[in-house]
């Protein structure tokens, strides 16, 4: 019994790796997924909601591929690359605004 309640938790593990690793778009643009409780770059303002998604993605992203995005760059500075791509994008959500930081850092 304790075996295959074990089994399970570590299937429902490997799913939730699974969906972080294709919620973070590294292998597939940002249009190929859905991302629960982001914003928008026409609603992006820096609000301390979407300051904490684009943080809890890149430390998502982090995780499930033992990376260190972010590394060494205060938080205020993402922000600046999210308004930046925000007003080059605004068409744009916040996931694509990460997803566009990991790839250049």
């Known amino acids: 019994m304790a075996k295959q309640r074990l089994k399970k ?3 429902m593990f490997l799913t ?3 969906a972080l690793g294709a919620m973070t778009g590294l292998a597939t643009p940002a249009e190929a997924y859905t991302v629960k409780g982001m914003g928008t770059c026409k609603t992006w303002v820096g609000g301390v909601d979407d300051r904490f ?3 809890g993605f890149l430390s998502g992203a982090n995780y499930e591929g033992n ?3 972010g590394k060494d760059i205060e938080p205020d500075e993402i922000y600046r690359f999210v308004t ?5 994008n605004p068409n744009g959500d916040l996931a694509d605004a990460s ?5 250049i850092h």
Do not use: D, N, S
């Not at 930046?84 to 080059?88: N, T």
């Not at 997803?99 to 790839?103: P, T, Y």
């Open 67 to 69: 990376h260190y995005y």
């Open 53 to 55: 998604w684009i943080l």
């Open 99 to 103: 997803v566009a930081f990991i790839r």
């Open 16 to 18: 939730a790796i699974g």
């Open 84 to 88: 930046r791509f925000c007003k080059e």
């Open 9 to 11: 938790k570590t299937l």
